[in-house]
């Protein structure tokens, strides 16, 4: 029974991607592409971090390689070169994997914290060179190229370019799946696992994860090249830790240990970036949070989350949704609303445009206006409630894992206190 409802979900997903260009228009399909080029590239990082256990803090180096090797094609094919335009993103794939391969022999000499340092150190150093040398990355302003079309294929518009992401989308997820249940893939666990025991067996340990790192690199890219077609350009902000935060981000909040997890973390922050960034100055603060939020509370990110909770419904272990998940649920958004009016009201009133607004009004403070709402910040009122909605919700959502509200409106005692015996402290 769940495997059916598994692919009529499938279906249903597969039916909603192919339509969506006949159906949204082109916020949304450029939305889309961005949302696919983040899983493309988180799919590549969770290959080293989700797989064999390398954490590496420097992958938007082989991202933005890609980009850029992509770009120089392109204006290659524009000069009367030959190449599949579908394939570009190959080319992005194999910079990647060249660059990766020399990067990874050097970095997966050591592990844990001392890997994590090299990567870091080989990413700020194709950093201040793209910041340095103009010539091959063209500096501040980057560098441009356009898409050509290839036969009757063409690539002009935002739907075509969609077509071509979701197409090498689902030929990543393909690979890596098949990756992920391949013998190499079952060593690259074991590694991850217990790499001594790997070591007595007989494989050579540096050279498999020589090899993984640079599949990831490929792949990252890859996403690389995706985003060059997209964009047509190309600048050294790609090797900026903007982008290697962003891919660590997707990956957690998402969920490294299930397979679709980086999918599932890219798709919800690229989203929430789009459009927070229209509606606050604070948006990276609140993404922040999530973060945080999510290590403390939810390890195994948002995909091992939903996965948990399918294999207890299956199992017939617990609903799919009962009343403690709603408590929860109730208190996360009440304390996020908490949150989220301290934070504009701390952030407005400190702001310069504020003070200046101020002294234009010879000393009146005017009312912060938060999604349309006035509020005035010199009355205690929206601090109040800002506070009592983060602590009350923040105390509702802890409490989300037993069923918190029946005992509360029948005047009984929690559960906590139900279960602890007479003499002890609770």
């Not at 490294?256 to 999918?263: E, I, N, R, S, Y």
Request: hydrophobic share 55%; aromatic share 12%.
């Amino acid at each position: 029974m769940s495997r059916i409802v598994l692919v009529l979900l499938g279906l249903a997903a597969a039916a909603a991607l192919v339509a969506l260009p006949a159906l949204g228009g082109l916020a949304t399909l450029n939305l889309a592409n961005k949302i696919m080029i983040a899983a493309v590239f988180a799919l590549g990082f969770n290959l080293l971090w989700g797989q064999a256990g390398l954490p590496s803090f420097g992958h938007a180096a082989y991202y933005g390689v890609g980009t850029f090797a992509t770009i120089y094609m392109m204006d290659a094919i524009d000069r009367g070169g030959s190449f599949p335009t579908p394939l570009l993103p190959l080319v992005g794939a194999g910079a990647g994997f060249l660059f990766g391969l020399v990067a990874g022999w050097f970095a997966t000499v050591r592990s844990g914290v001392y890997f994590a340092m090299i990567t870091v150190a080989i990413a700020e150093l194709v950093s201040a060179l793209a910041q340095k040398w103009e010539g091959l990355f063209g500096g501040e302003a980057g560098i441009r190229s356009i898409r050509t079309n290839w036969g009757p294929l063409d690539f002009q518009s935002t739907g075509s370019v969609y077509y071509l992401t979701l197409a090498w989308t689902l030929v990543v997820l393909l690979a890596l799946y098949g990756l992920q249940r391949s013998p190499f893939g079952l060593v690259v666990r074991g590694i991850r696992e217990r790499e001594l025991r790997i070591r007595f067996l007989g494989y050579d340990a540096h050279r498999v994860k020589t090899v993984v790192f640079a599949l990831s690199a490929a792949v990252s890219g890859l996403a690389g090249g995706l985003l060059a077609i997209s964009d047509e350009s190309a600048s050294m902000v790609l090797f900026g830790g903007a982008g290697s935060a962003f891919v660590v981000l997707n990956t957690v909040i998402g969920g490294a240990g299930v397979f679709l997890g980086p999918v599932i973390g890219a798709a919800l922050t690229t989203s929430f970036a789009y459009f927070g960034s229209s509606l606050s100055h604070f948006w990276p603060f609140y993404l922040g949070v999530v973060f945080v939020v999510t290590v403390l509370f939810a390890p195994e990110g948002i995909g091992g989350a939903i996965l948990a909770r399918w294999r207890r419904v299956r199992d017939g272990t617990g609903p799919l949704i009962g009343l403690g998940d709603l408590a929860g649920l109730a208190g996360a958004v009440m304390a996020m609303a908490g949150l989220v009016l301290l934070i504009e009201l701390t952030g407005t009133v400190c702001s310069e445009a504020y003070r200046a607004e101020i002294a234009s009004l010879k000393g009146v403070w005017p009312p912060v206006r938060i999604f349309a709402v006035p509020f005035a910040p010199l009355t205690p009122w929206p601090w109040l409630v800002g506070l009592v909605a983060l602590v009350g919700g923040s105390r509702l959502a802890l409490g989300a894992g037993r069923p918190v509200l029946p005992h509360l409106f029948a005047g009984r005692p929690g559960p906590r206190a139900e279960q602890t015996r007479p003499g002890e402290s609770p």
